[in-house]
């Protein structure tokens, strides 16, 4: 695939194509083309990386104004590690466009989840110096933030303990979950949660998974009583 193609699948148009190319440039791909001026992707992954934290440090900081600084800080490690970057990466087909060298390139590097998270990183820092912040801003939008509006890294915030201390503070206080509907096909299917306090519905959560749709109960239920 093109470069060209990704641009046009992102809507995005880089003024310095070289750039986006670097993005891609994996150290091996270099190391086998000597001869010509190529430069891999580490320098852009450093600078991405410093831009991604802050572009995910600001939205966060936004959205969730009563979140206390060591909350925000582990949520937003959870967001920028690498499992996570991998995710992005993928769902915008990243790894089609990796420029490897062949070495690499037949012991699987192209779906290696250092060498994606990487390159998601390096994009960043590509877009940012091609096009600057807002631009960079405009993308997570896009293809992160919504992740994290629909709960995708609940699972990085115990809202069930966070829920358990606020209750305790009323000894006679007892916490319950049901899950009360599964819905949708095996590969898809979704879990509906009830948290109870003394036998009252005070949250109600959906998930993918029965744990995380407790978590969302239990968030909601915080937030009711804020």
Do not use: W
């Not at 600001?58 to 979140?67: I, N, V």
């Not at 060298?101 to 990183?121: H, I, Q, S, Y």
């Amino acid at each position: 695939m093109s470069f060209k193609q990704l641009q046009q699948h992102l809507s995005i148009q880089f003024q310095n194509e070289d750039l986006l190319k670097q993005a891609f440039t994996h150290s091996s791909y270099v190391n086998e083309h000597r001869k010509k001026d190529f430069s891999d992707n580490e320098r852009l992954e450093f600078l991405g990386d410093a831009v991604l934290e802050l572009g995910v440090s600001q939205y966060l900081y936004r959205e969730f104004p009563d979140m206390a600084e060591g909350e925000l800080t582990k949520f937003r490690a959870s967001i920028v590690c690498e499992p996570s970057l991998v995710n992005f990466a993928n769902d915008i087909n990243f790894s089609n466009y990796i420029l490897l060298g062949k070495g690499e390139e037949m012991t699987g590097g192209r779906n290696r989840p250092a060498l994606l998270a990487d390159v998601f990183e390096s994009f960043i820092g590509a877009l940012y110096l091609d096009q600057g912040y807002d631009e960079v801003i405009h993308f997570l939008e896009k293809y992160v933030y919504p992740k994290i509006s629909k709960g995708a890294f609940s699972h990085a915030m115990d809202y069930k303990s966070q829920l358990q201390e606020f209750v305790q503070r009323d000894k006679k206080s007892i916490v319950e979950y049901t899950i009360v509907e599964e819905k949708g096909p095996a590969h898809n299917r979704e879990f509906v949660a009830q948290v109870l306090i003394n036998s009252e519905i005070a949250g109600v959560g959906i998930g993918r998974t029965k744990k995380e749709a407790e978590q969302r109960a239990a968030k909601k239920a915080l937030d009711e009583r804020k």
